[in-house]
């Protein structure tokens, strides 16, 4: 009987630390688009600058583009495929490789340019080039310095996303622990065996509370906590509870934060069932539409504020806000009243969880 619980977990994939590095993946086809349109942009406010009897020197900006956007490929091309390597560095060891690599790089193209597209006499052909070394030492400083400050904000983000989700995963009531107590001694006498499941899905719903390093995981799992939650609920609530589940198939593998439906069951039976003498249904829904993901929790509406209680509107603002931190605009969590049923809708965009909490890439 007991055996069902005690299922092997796969031990975390090893994540590399070159997803903690400050300079973002330059082999992305964003990151690519987003240097050329910048440093298109640069060369068009020089080319402004140089012009002296029109707005702008067309056959500076057409040379100048062609020498920016080799210098600026072939220097994230070659950061690109060291930034593993990088990534083990120290940061000022690491900004020191990637600006050697741009330096060695503009001084390469300058000579080449020099001698094949623009030959100047030795003294001034140096010139030329340390002023272009100074120009790329000077940008390429301060986009590593705009990498590095977006990273500690993105890293500041994340910290206190941490600290909502440990907040939550401590929100265990008590008078939920004692009430699941005392039903479990109850049933030691009369059913050993359904007391021995209930205490094994109490020990799961703490083990999840516990386990904090997970940043997403599938909606199985996700669903499997609720279902054990519910099942010690349902021995203390008896016929009062019904239980509605209607998942789509094929959605197992969805990347959900963990602890992100469980409160809101937990919040359905606390607002929605337990004040109510003839209890209620609490109905759990999941389906994929397009891009999206759906997952609702609906209940029977109070018959006071209780919806309105700050525990209720704590739990919601958490999940909305380690939601928007992880997946941006297109996770959306909505909650409403209509016909005596009070429903949280969450969307979610569709991508696989991996082993290692992350999600799986490739999957949208």
């Not at 020191?96 to 060695?104: G, K, P, R």
């Not at 001084?107 to 002023?131: I, R, T």
């Not at 609490?282 to 006071?304: D, F, H, I």
């Not at 992880?326 to 969880?353: C, M």
Request: net charge neutral; proline share 5%; with cysteine.
């Amino acid at each position: 009987m007991a055996a069902r619980h005690h299922r092997e977990r796969p031990a975390p994939a090893a994540a590399e630390s070159d997803a903690d590095f400050y300079v973002p993946d330059l082999c992305r086809v964003r990151a690519v688009f987003l240097l050329v349109v910048t440093s298109e942009l640069l060369v068009l406010v020089l080319s402004i600058v140089q012009a002296e009897s029109h707005w702008i020197d067309w056959n500076y900006f057409g040379l100048l583009s062609l020498f920016v956007q080799w210098t600026v490929l072939t220097s994230a091309a070659l950061i690109c495929l060291i930034r593993r390597w990088l990534s083990r560095l120290t940061v000022t060891r690491a900004t020191t490789v990637i600006v050697t690599i741009v330096m060695l790089d503009v001084l390469a193209f300058s000579l080449f340019a020099d001698s094949v597209l623009h030959p100047q006499p030795g003294l001034e052909a140096w010139q030329g080039v340390a002023k272009k070394l100074l120009l790329a030492l000077l940008i390429t400083l301060m986009v590593l310095r705009y990498f590095y400050l977006q990273f500690q904000w993105q890293q500041q983000r994340e910290s206190e996303m941490q600290a909502r989700l440990t907040a939550l995963q401590a929100r265990i009531h008590p008078h939920f622990l004692f009430n699941s107590m005392n039903t479990i001694a109850s049933l030691i006498v009369v059913n050993p065996e359904r007391a021995e499941d209930a205490v094994l899905d109490l020990s799961e719903l703490f083990r999840a509370s516990l386990r904090t390093g997970d940043r997403l995981i599938p909606l199985s799992a996700e669903l499997d906590l609720c279902k054990r939650y519910l099942a010690i609920e349902k021995l203390r609530l008896e016929d009062r509870l019904t239980l509605e589940w209607h998942i789509e198939d094929g959605l197992e593998q969805q990347a959900i934060p963990p602890l992100t439906l469980q409160p809101l069951v937990e919040n359905a039976i606390y607002h929605g069932i337990q004040p109510r003498p003839d209890g209620g249904t609490v109905k759990v829904e999941a389906y994929r539409k397009g891009p999206s993901v759906y997952l609702m929790v609906q209940n029977p509406r109070p018959a006071s504020d209780q919806g309105s209680h700050d525990g209720n509107r704590m739990a919601l603002a958490n999940i909305q806000s380690r939601l928007h931190a992880l997946f941006g605009e297109p996770a959306v969590l909505k909650h409403s009243q209509q016909n005596d049923i009070y429903t949280v809708t969450l969307r979610l965009p569709w991508q696989k969880a991996s082993g290692n909490g992350q999600p799986a890439t490739g999957s949208k």
